[in-house]
């Protein structure tokens, strides 16, 4: 089991529900897209799996550790195997790529190895080859305030590469990268997690490389599951009904030049098996 989330409510501290009754569980090694309009919830479901939040509500069993690891120890141990993809990283202007790559693994480090990476990179060849799967190599030694939202993006994907955790929690990854790029950048993603058997969770703005790409997608809206399906079941008026308040327009970016007809295939084949 990769989590187990039963009947969480997230109220953020002005009282606000972002999430209300969410059932949902993972096996390990599943890959799942949350796709859902703005501000349905989709970061606050991240956070929770991530442990940044805990649930105001229901309880929240994530990688096997049981509901809230009891204490700060088991619950660093924990987040140490999760790894999360900002869709701002969170890194310091003045850090290096490689530092900032050779954070991913500081919570598996001992303090001392951790201390000693933060004075001089301990582990430049594992950077490298981090940042090069990202076509990064040549970012190694650069400073993260000068580098583009997409390159910063692909640094943060690159720290999670290197930290090979358990859980990848993706929010809205590939946000600032041309559509080509985005496409690979997911695939890596993909086929990263599939070859280690973790598991991952993202959430993606554009529904095309959604259900382009992973076999489960689930539908958020208003901090609610809308649906949870495979993306073969997926067709265009679940998809019209989740957006409906976006105006109507389904959030694409053309990724997948044949995502409007697999849609609508998708459609026939749903009418086909129940009529
Ligand atoms: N720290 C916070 N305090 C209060 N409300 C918050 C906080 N963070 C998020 N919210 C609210 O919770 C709701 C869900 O936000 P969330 O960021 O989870 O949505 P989202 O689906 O990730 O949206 P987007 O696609 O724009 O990233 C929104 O209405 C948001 O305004
Ligand atoms: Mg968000």
Not at 111 to 121: G, M, N, Q, V
Not at 182 to 197: H, N, Q, Y
Not at 200 to 212: K, P, Q
Request: hydrophobic share 50%.
């Amino acid at each position: 089991m990769a989590f187990r989330l039963n009947g969480v409510g997230l109220a953020y501290a002005n009282g606000f529900d972002a999430l209300k009754g969410i059932t949902l569980q993972a096996a390990q090694g599943e890959r799942i897209a949350l796709i859902g309009p703005s501000g349905a919830g989709k970061t606050s479901l991240l956070s929770v799996l991530g442990t940044a939040w805990a649930p105001t509500v229901g309880t929240a069993e994530i990688l096997d550790a049981g509901d809230r690891p009891r204490s700060a120890a088991a619950l660093a141990r924990l987040r140490a195997r999760i790894g999360t993809i900002h869709q701002s990283p969170p890194i310091p202007g003045r850090q290096r790529a490689v530092t900032a790559v050779l954070a991913g693994r500081l919570g598996r480090w001992p303090a001392w190895k951790s201390l000693a990476s933060l004075i001089y990179p301990l582990d430049i060849p594992g950077a490298g080859a981090a940042l090069d799967r990202v076509d990064l190599a040549d970012k190694l030694f650069a400073r993260c305030d000068q580098l583009s939202g997409g390159q910063l993006q692909r640094v943060g994907i690159a720290r999670v590469l290197y930290q090979q955790p358990d859980l990848i929690l993706a929010d809205e990854p590939v946000s600032a990268l041309d559509p080509a790029l985005a496409l690979a950048t997911i695939r890596l993603l993909i086929a990263d997690a599939e070859a280690r058997g973790a598991t991952l969770v993202a959430s993606l703005h554009a529904v095309d490389l959604a259900i382009g790409n992973f076999s489960r997608i689930v539908g958020v809206k208003a901090g609610r599951i809308a649906f949870d399906l495979p993306a073969g079941e997926v067709g265009i008026p679940l998809l019209h009904e989740l957006y409906a308040g976006e105006g109507g327009e389904l959030p694409v970016q053309a990724h997948e030049p044949h995502f409007l007809s697999q849609a609508a295939a998708n459609d026939a084949a749903t009418r086909a098996a129940c009529c």
